[in-house]
């Protein structure tokens, strides 16, 4: 057995899963849950300025009979008192002395609120701050969440004034919404944050109910933007962490990883792309805190089967292979191969080649069931057919190299080659 | 799906078996009357019930893969777009998948309930060749196309009329499909059927947990509702009206007659009491309600059709209390499919392969059924081996001797017409046209009886010749 113990900036977990900042981690009866269920660690939910929520305050994207492919929320960090949050962290603490406490927070916008904050939270025993400069909807209005996030300069005031008081780690969260999550994570690096966070939720509307006319979520005939998060939202996840983790400053610290993670497998792909460990909301919101076994089992059977005995073998460890376009080698060259035994004769290689593609591939009439042939000459390797292929390896992608060795469009350019010759 | 199915078939038997255990006990005889009304009611429940809702529908119908020249389609003799109609059901557009399904076949409602898929589109689902079930297809046809009925949608909009008039012998699947196409080009149809009902076989001639007589006028009400279709009822060609009245009052006529009773068995004592053909029992069934069918305890069907085993299954759930059924070839070569057979078996029917019959004994009534032994020869015109007899024999006690071994084209009404034909069947051209001037046909008349679903093509097909033929016109339908 693998050891997935995680250690990110001291603080401790018996693995590398936290739930997110967000309802499930709300209070102490939802947490004493999700501890007993195995959860590594929590991010409290967010503590700060007084707030007010509405009805109703989520709304999804269904796909293909899958409900809850993507999950959009319009609420606000806690609305619960302070003192009872911070006496039932304590308690947390107390019952669980192994698992990770981290707390967000969002205080109002002066130096005076954040620090009153930072000692009364510190004050329960909490492990780290996480600081919310992502929620993107209700407190931007006010200058603070993503408000804070967007600007790296007022977002490295606010890191600073965190630093002048806070004794335990600081994560610090960015948005999404930006060009460039880079800039403000290097701004609040400077600043000192000992660590970064991302994704928070993407600004988002999930769809328009077509009897009202309203969209979703419903809030007495009127809606708002929400934040989107959920499957939908990985692999924008991890291009953002993959930013931060290539950024020579930002990479400097631990990074906790967020965005659409719902099984170890999409854990793994981010710990690759460089987060030392993982927050998880959505898929246990859909699935309950019960996911955490085969989050735990998933990522040690795959550790042991390629030989990592410590998270730490294998984080950031793809961070390299994701390149410039200009570097990539262009006399790298495959083609689609249909293996006959295996094909079921659904035609969909063939339409999405024919109607969307490069003509690749060849139909032979019969009744009930077409043959389909791949035309070499014509395949320029694109993945299509393979990707809409429904049987399992059944089209491979086989290497014909154009030529034995490597070259990039800067030397392809320079040496004259011949372009636009498809 | 044959897992499943086989599952729900169970099911099914067990209440058939339950009940017949508390059935009133009579000497063996025929005799109408035999169960309660539960168990009638149990017996004739629908043998593949609809999806019980929306989210059902769409968890099937979003597995279907949406192939490309899709083998269900190919495999559909009225080449319904499937994969396209499916989407629609995952795009929650029921109205455009319930359209899709009716321009290709307008009794696709019908269809879905009596088209033995396991041979046609399901049967060539690419799911199967993963080993996987294929793709629900009639239960998703029905799905949309049940709901477009209830909500009595008319998808199609007729062109104003062109004051061109056809009259379509037969209200069954081939006549009404022939109307309706012709109709939605403003062609004035009418419709002369000789029972009191529209529908043809699909009202009259399937096990009636397939289809109930409700929904056959349902039906035919709604492929009416585009109007332009005029059904005179109880109107029979050769006796209330004549070909030679319907050429001259009309611009073309199309024959959809279908075939009539079962195929003479050829044997002596075939006039005895108790021995009765299929399509008569399963008529008598479907008109005069199931109590008031007179069944006999030990019943032999003779052959392996769809008839047969609608017979077979229906005598069974009457309150027969043995049914066996006689095929003289082996099942390689039965017509049924294997589907069809399994729903025989499990309602506790027995299968004698290779025997046919020699002769019905019995003084008065059937008492004694004598069958020769078979075995199978050479390959006949049909391609499967003939069967041979042996020269052993042996006897059946039965009370009830039921005749599906094919139906008889009505050979006399088509002869006296001066039809051209080939043993009673209408022959006709690659234009659905026959040897008489402006007279055209299709359907079991033709082709000596097929699925209901091959009617309703040879419908369309009847139809666009006459508007091109005729009326030089084009039609839209496939």
New interface residues.
């Given amino acids: 057995m693998a050891n997935i113990t995680s250690n990110f900036l001291g603080i401790k977990s018996p693995n590398p899963f936290w739930l997110e900042s967000a309802p499930p981690t709300d209070k102490k009866y939802n947490v004493l849950r999700a501890f007993e269920a195995g959860w590594g660690g929590v991010v409290w939910k967010t503590l700060g300025s007084q707030v007010k929520n509405v009805s109703s305050r989520y709304s999804a994207v269904d796909f293909g009979g899958q409900r809850v492919m993507g999950f959009n929320n319009i609420e606000l960090i806690s609305d619960r008192p302070l003192e009872i949050n911070l006496k039932e962290i304590a308690e947390c603490i107390k019952l669980f002395p192994d698992r990770a406490m981290v707390v967000s927070l969002m205080a109002d916008n002066d130096k005076k609120s954040w620090h009153e904050l930072i000692k009364k939270v510190e004050d329960t025993g909490a492990h780290g701050l996480e600081l919310n400069f992502g929620c993107p909807h209700g407190m931007t209005e006010r200058g603070m969440g993503a408000a804070v996030g967007q600007d790296p300069e007022i977002a490295c005031m606010v890191v600073e004034w965190v630093m002048e008081v806070a004794t335990i780690p600081v994560i610090t969260k960015l948005t999404p919404n930006v060009h460039s999550v880079v800039p403000t994570g290097r701004s609040v690096v400077k600043a000192g944050t000992h660590g970064l966070s991302l994704i928070n939720t993407i600004q988002s509307v999930t769809g328009v109910d077509l009897d009202t006319l309203v969209p979703n979520p419903y809030v007495a005939g009127k809606s708002v933007f929400g934040g989107y998060c959920g499957p939908a939202v990985k692999p924008i996840a991890l291009k953002m962490l993959t930013t931060i983790a290539q950024d020579e400053l930002t990479s400097k610290v631990p990074i906790s990883g967020i965005g659409g993670i719902s099984t170890w497998k999409d854990a793994v792909e981010f710990m690759l792309l460089g987060a030392s460990n993982v927050q998880v909301c959505k898929a246990a919101m859909t699935h309950a805190f019960r996911i955490i076994e085969d989050l735990c089992e998933g990522l040690n059977n795959w550790m042991d089967e390629k030989g990592y005995q410590r998270l730490e073998d294998f984080i950031g460890k793809s961070v390299p292979t994701i390149t410039h376009w200009e570097d990539l080698d262009i006399n790298y060259h495959h083609i689609a191969k249909i293996n006959q035994d295996k094909c079921i004769h659904c035609g969909l290689c063939y339409i999405a080649c024919e109607d969307t593609s490069h003509q690749s591939i060849s139909l032979e009439y019969g009744n009930p069931y077409n043959t389909y042939t791949v035309i070499e000459k014509e395949c320029v390797g694109c993945n299509l057919c393979k990707l809409v292929c429904p049987v399992e390896n059944c089209i491979t992608m086989e290497e014909h190299r154009v030529a034995p060795e490597y070259i990039n469009w800067v030397e392809f350019q320079k040496r004259g080659l011949p372009l636009n010759d498809h | 799906m044959r897992t499943r199915r086989f599952r729900r078939v169970t099911q099914r038997n067990l209440l058939t078996l339950l009940f017949s255990a508390v059935k009133k006990s009579k000497a063996m005889a025929i005799a109408p009357n035999k169960l309660t009304t539960q168990q009638y009611d149990n017996n004739f429940a629908d043998i593949h019930p609809p999806f019980e809702n929306k989210t059902a529908a769409?968890?099937e119908?979003?597995?279907c893969?949406?192939?490309?020249?899709?083998?269900?389609t190919?495999?559909c003799p009225t080449h319904i777009d499937v994969p396209k109609f499916i989407k629609q059901i995952?795009t929650h557009n029921v109205k455009g998948s319930a359209h899709t399904i009716f321009s290709s076949n307008i009794m696709g409602a019908g269809c879905s309930k009596v088209c033995p898929v396991e041979k046609l589109c399901e049967g060539?689902c690419?799911?199967n060749?993963?080993d996987e079930p294929p793709i629900p297809i009639a239960k998703l046809q029905r799905y949309s196309t049940e709901i477009a009925m209830d909500n009595n949608w008319q998808l199609f909009q007729r062109k104003m009329s062109t004051g061109k008039k056809v009259a379509v012998v037969g209200a069954g699947p081939a006549g009404l499909s022939c109307a309706h196409v012709l109709s939605r080009e403003g062609v004035d149809v009418t419709i002369y059927e000789k029972e009191s009902k529209g529908g043809g076989l699909m009202t009259y001639g399937i096990a009636a947990y397939k289809v109930t007589p409700q929904f056959c006028e349902d039906e035919v009400n709604y492929i009416t509702g585009i109007g332009g279709i005029d059904i005179r009822y109880n109107q029979e060609l050769g006796k209330d009206i004549s070909l030679e009245e319907l050429q001259a009052g009309y611009d073309a006529v199309y024959l959809g007659i279908g075939v009539g009773i079962a195929r003479e068995l050829d044997i002596p004592g075939e006039e005895l009491e108790g021995v009765v053909d299929a399509i008569r029992f399963i008529y008598e069934l479907r008109t005069k309600g199931f109590p008031a069918v007179p069944v006999g305890d030990k019943v032999a069907v003779i052959g392996m059709g769809m008839t047969a085993i609608d017979a077979a299954t229906q005598a069974k759930r009457l309150g027969a209390k043995e049914v066996t059924m006689l095929y003289r070839r082996t099942e390689t070569e039965m017509p049924c499919t294997r589907h069809e057979l399994d729903i025989a078996m499990l309602d506790g029917c027995e299968i004698i392969w290779l025997a046919a019959p020699k002769e019905i004994k019995g003084n008065g009534k059937a008492e004694q059924l004598i069958c020769s032994k078979m075995k199978l020869g050479e390959p006949d015109a049909s391609g499967r081996r003939s069967p041979v007899e042996t020269g052993e024999t042996f006897t059946l006690e039965v009370d009830m001797v039921i005749k599906a071994a094919g139906q008889k084209p009505f050979d006399k009404l088509v002869q006296s017409m001066n039809l051209e034909n080939k043993n009673g069947k209408i022959v006709i051209d690659e234009n659905c046209s026959t040897n008489l001037k402006g007279v055209f046909a299709g359907g079991d008349d033709v082709n000596g009886g097929k699925e209901v679903v091959d009617a309703v093509q040879a419908g369309k097909d009847g139809a666009a010749a006459i508007l091109k033929n005729t009326f030089h016109a084009k039609t839209q339908s496939k």
Avoid: E, G, N, T
């Avoid at chain 2, 893969?65 to 269900?72: E, N, V």
């Fill in positions: 769409q968890v119908a979003s597995r893969l949406f192939c490309y020249d899709a083998p269900c190919k495999s995952v060539s690419v799911f060749l993963l």
